[in-house]
């Protein structure tokens, strides 16, 4: 199953005995004609490939004690703290001491939750958008609508981060020129 989608971020919390264990995990290789051999992480969710370069990985010696905590310093934190907060309140994160972020990556497999004695324990939280560009912006508009006019493309390309946000949260509402005139 292909879960690759550009602007999109999917969260994994686990707990593993140590830092080198969750490297080990995250390694890909490649045989010798070249081929990809996946990490021992997408095989554990079947997830197939994913880009390596759009990855990021953190060990918590101490373990998780906070979403905003466990977040800080990755890419767009910002952007997606408080979307993963909302979905695992601070008295879930006992025992997780693990993050894996994949970014480009909207999964939505079937195994959410997998208990391996080599590895740990891995439990799939969700998946956000995190890129809120203007371009992809007029792209997931145009997919809904078919294009859309110039005159619209050059509203969207004027609006703000915030509005933005607030447009990308009803691109599903969007089913006309019309709708989308009504949320600009």
């Known amino acids: 199953m292909n879960y690759r989608k550009e602007g999109f971020v999917s969260l994994w919390l686990g707990t593993v005995k140590s830092e080198k264990d969750l490297e080990k995990l995250m390694i890909i290789g490649y045989t010798d004609d070249g ?13 197939g490939r994913y880009n390596d370069d759009f990855r990021e ?29 909302s979905l695992i309140p601070a008295e879930k994160l006992h025992g997780f001491n693990s993050v894996v972020l994949i970014y480009n990556f909207q999964y939505s497999g079937d195994k959410t939750e997998v208990e391996n004695s080599t590895f740990g ?30 005159d619209y493309e050059k509203k969207i390309f004027s609006l703000d981060l915030d509005k ?19 949320l600009l």
């Open 57 to 85: 990985v953190r060990f918590y010696d101490k373990g998780i004690k906070s979403i905003p905590e466990a977040l800080n310093g990755f890419s767009y934190s910002d952007d997606i703290t408080m979307y993963f907060e």
């Open 121 to 150: 324990h891995f439990k799939y939280i969700g998946f956000t958008r995190y890129c809120f560009t203007r371009e992809a912006l007029v792209a997931e508009i145009s997919k809904n609508l078919g294009g859309i006019p110039w």
């Open 35 to 47: 081929d990809l051999i996946p990490s021992g992480f997408s095989k554990l969710f079947s997830m």
């Open 164 to 182: 933005r946000k607030q447009l990308f949260s009803k691109i599903s509402e969007i089913k006309s020129i019309q709708g989308l005139d009504n």
